[in-house]
């Protein structure tokens, strides 16, 4: 068992709608969570991060960490064609080498 | 941008050739990693260096070795390529936590190397 699972996808929308992306963990020790955005033959980019449990909020997206059930989401709201790409979470404990997903792949149709 | 270069950016090979990849930072971070990206896998994490000769390795360091000799180098040697191999490298850097715009150590990629071995 992978220690971070990501439904690949592909995830398809229309424009205008809610993404919703998702990872679950089996660490219990994971404290920083976060989400990195990689678009076609570019390396990732981090998007979004929270430590520990909680929501965090950023213009158009909002991560979630719940540790108590091992998930983590992210949304994106008032989805564009430029948000096509592919997301991945990551998350690391106190060390500094970070666990990824194997990525969604997502695409925003005009 | 995270002042980080990766070359060769293309490299088609043999098998059972060497290759060598290099990562160059100008950001002076103490960190610095390589990581493979596969279908299915999303990035998996070969090696990492925690300082100049120090380095260790990570899930997926069988058939790679790596050297730093100076802070803004990281090499990633495949002693001889193997089809499965075949992937696209990524360099990534980071500073100590509490260092960077989120105070997370985030990591910084590269523009990755792909690879191809025949």
């Known amino acids: 068992q992978k220690e971070v699972e990501q439904d690949p996808g592909p995830l398809s929308v229309p424009e205008g709608a809610i993404v919703s992306l998702n990872c679950t963990y089996s660490?219990?020790?994971?404290?920083?969570f976060m989400w990195y955005r990689q678009y076609s033959r570019k390396g990732p980019e981090l998007l979004m991060y929270?430590?520990?449990?909680g929501n965090k909020e950023d213009g158009r997206f909002t991560a979630q960490v719940d540790k108590s059930s091992k998930y983590i989401s992210l949304f994106i709201r008032d989805s564009q064609p430029s948000d096509s790409a592919t997301y991945l979470c990551a998350m690391r404990t106190n060390d500094y080498k970070l666990s990824f997903g194997a990525g969604t792949t997502v695409t925003v149709r005009a | 941008d995270a002042g980080i270069t990766q070359s060769p950016r293309h490299k088609v090979t043999e098998t059972g050739t060497p290759v060598t990849l290099r990562c160059h930072q100008t950001e002076n971070h103490r960190y610095m990693y390589w990581y493979r990206q596969d279908p299915g896998h999303g990035l998996r994490l070969i090696h990492y260096?925690?300082?100049?000769?120090?380095?260790d390795k990570g899930e997926v360091s069988d058939g790679y070795s790596v050297s730093r000799s100076k802070t803004e180098d990281f090499l990633l040697t495949l002693e001889s390529a193997t089809s499965s191999q075949t992937s696209v490298y990524f360099c990534a850097i980071s500073g100590l936590p509490g260092q960077g715009p989120s105070g997370t150590g985030e990591l910084f990629f590269g523009e990755g190397s792909r690879l191809t071995v025949l």
């Open positions: 929270t430590y520990s449990s």
């Open positions: 260096s925690y300082g100049v000769k120090d380095t």
């Open positions: 660490n219990s020790a994971f404290q920083y």
